[in-house]
């Protein structure tokens, strides 16, 4: 089985300020896929990053970056100098037991985050 | 380029009423298809599944059924709505035999009362 906690529910930052959003994943496979999606106020989800299991190199895109350390299972983002445009719910996402042909993520709950000016 | 579009953005029914949303998807071919729910507090859940026409997975049990009728579109259905059908229901979308990202549409929220 598979399982992604987000144990944050909100976050309220001040503009400019980092934030990092937590996931922690569960599953018993080796091979397996990793995600983060934000979903602003409009409701559909933006796909932001994948990573698969075998590749523990951290990633930077601007402001943002991923940590992925198997040795917690977890996959936390930062956000840098955080705008309020970066206001959303971040989703975090498990895919194992990669078939190709049955596609499906699991996902957390979600993380609220809110960026004041 | 690949575009999805899910219809209608938000819906208000009374219960015991029968639903039809409508997801169809452009620029692509033989896509992996899923309508997933977001509930408050509870996250996305995935309802159903479509590797191909006429080839529907049930994730939950549930008053809900999905259809493929053509390769590009895929319907939720109900005969009779519950309060607990309320809900954001997202589309999405997946290149079948590779990665698992998802393309989503912009959900449609729907208030059964």
């Known amino acids: 089985a598979q399982k992604v906690t987000q144990a944050q529910t909100e976050i309220s930052v001040v503009e400019k300020e980092d934030v990092t959003l937590d996931c922690v994943y569960e599953t018993r496979d080796t091979t397996y896929y990793l995600f983060w999606y934000k979903q602003p106020p409009s409701g559909e989800l933006v796909f932001l990053i994948r990573?698969?299991?075998?590749?523990?190199q951290n990633e930077i895109s601007g402001r943002y970056s991923w940590n992925f350390q198997k040795s917690t299972s977890s996959f936390n983002f930062t956000i840098t100098a955080s705008q309020v445009v970066d206001s959303a719910v971040y989703f975090c996402a498990l895919s194992a037991n990669y078939t190709g042909a049955n596609s499906k993520l699991t996902f957390g709950k979600g993380i609220t985050l809110s960026v004041r000016p | 380029s690949q575009t999805i579009h899910q219809w209608p953005a938000t819906l208000v029914q009374p219960v015991g009423s029968p639903l039809s949303l409508e997801c169809t998807v452009e620029g692509t071919s033989n896509p992996n298809l899923y309508w997933y729910r977001q509930a408050a507090g509870r996250g996305l859940q995935l309802l159903f599944y479509s590797v191909g026409i006429g080839q529907i997975s049930s994730e939950v049990p549930q008053n809900l059924s999905a259809s493929r009728p053509q390769d590009r579109q895929f319907i939720l259905s109900s005969k009779k709505l519950l309060l607990s059908d309320s809900g954001f229901y997202l589309c999405?979308?997946?290149?079948?035999?590779?990665?698992?990202?998802?393309?989503f549409g912009s959900g449609t929220q729907l208030s059964v009362l």
């Open positions: 990573r698969n299991s075998f590749d523990e």
């Open positions: 999405a979308w997946s290149v079948r035999w590779m990665s698992e990202k998802l393309f």
